[in-house]
């Protein structure tokens, strides 16, 4: 595709071609993930979020969605499994707060507990389906000592009172076919309708879609309208538990991306 019509499909109305996009369209975090999501899936490139903070300006879009369109067309698709994915944190202003993406590790045994703990017990029973004020330690382990390269931990953190603290968390485990992964994801009570759930599963289907897994799936209580809502707009479908009348199963298609504007 030629530069002069990718940049008719960036250009939605008329802005200068060397100032911020983001500046001259007013977006905020969660809205310009939106954007940029919405180029890549019209030009069907695929494009890691992890390089969206190099994407500023009409000319840097531009020449950045020409060059993955020609490295894209050079490469074979990745079969399923550990396919090598830079993880590095990354920095979201969402309200007048800076949120910090990164991997969980070993060392956020603590922190993890901490956050655990903070939760209300309805926002509790919908992470874990139970309410437990206290992470027992091996689930601790569970939760932090996560083999990158299969599976996926992320943690949002804030800086309060000069000490970083766990916002919100979002993982996936790649399940036993290594074709699919089911996700789990939960917010302090305070960040609910912030935005940070759909930059936090935006980044797990980002991922997830680059290591080459197929599906992606989790499980949501039916009474959970916000995640539901959330699913619904990043292209999940609601599917009945036939096991559980209580919760419903998300699931979404990964690799399919065929056709402008098509649903993936």
Not at 38 to 48: G, H, Y
Request: a neutral charge; one cysteine or more; aromatic letters at 4%.
């Amino acid at each position: 595709m030629e530069r002069d019509e990718i940049r008719e499909t960036v250009l939605a109305r008329r802005i200068r071609a060397d100032r911020p996009l983001r500046e001259q369209v007013g977006l905020d975090s969660m809205d310009w993930l939106n954007l940029l999501d919405a180029f890549a899936e019209r030009l069907s490139i695929e494009v890691p979020e992890s390089d969206y903070d190099h994407l500023e300006t009409l000319e840097t879009v531009v020449e950045y969605l020409a060059g993955r369109r020609a490295a894209q067309s050079a490469q074979p698709t990745p079969a399923p499994g550990r396919v090598p994915v830079q993880l590095r944190p990354m920095r979201f202003l969402i309200g007048s707060t800076w949120v910090t993406v990164r991997p969980i590790g070993p060392g956020d045994a603590a922190l993890e507990a901490d956050f655990i703990r903070s939760l209300s017990d309805e926002t509790r029973y919908q992470r874990f389906m139970a309410v437990v004020r206290e992470a027992p330690s091996a689930k601790l382990r569970a939760l932090t000592q996560v083999d990158q390269q299969r599976d996926l931990a992320l943690a949002a953190t804030t800086s309060h009172d000069g000490r970083e603290q766990i916002v919100g968390a979002a993982r996936y485990g790649v399940d036993a076919t290594r074709t699919g992964c089911e996700f789990a994801i939960a917010l302090a009570d305070a960040w609910h309708g912030s935005g940070l759930a759909g930059i936090l599963m935006r980044m797990l289907i980002d991922v997830a879609r680059r290591r080459g897994l197929a599906t992606m799936e989790g499980i949501v209580l039916a009474t959970n309208r916000r995640m539901l809502g959330l699913a619904r707009q990043l292209g999940f479908r609601v599917v009945p538990d036939a096991d559980d009348r209580d919760t419903v199963r998300v699931v979404r298609t990964l690799q399919e991306r065929s056709g402008a504007g098509a649903a993936s």
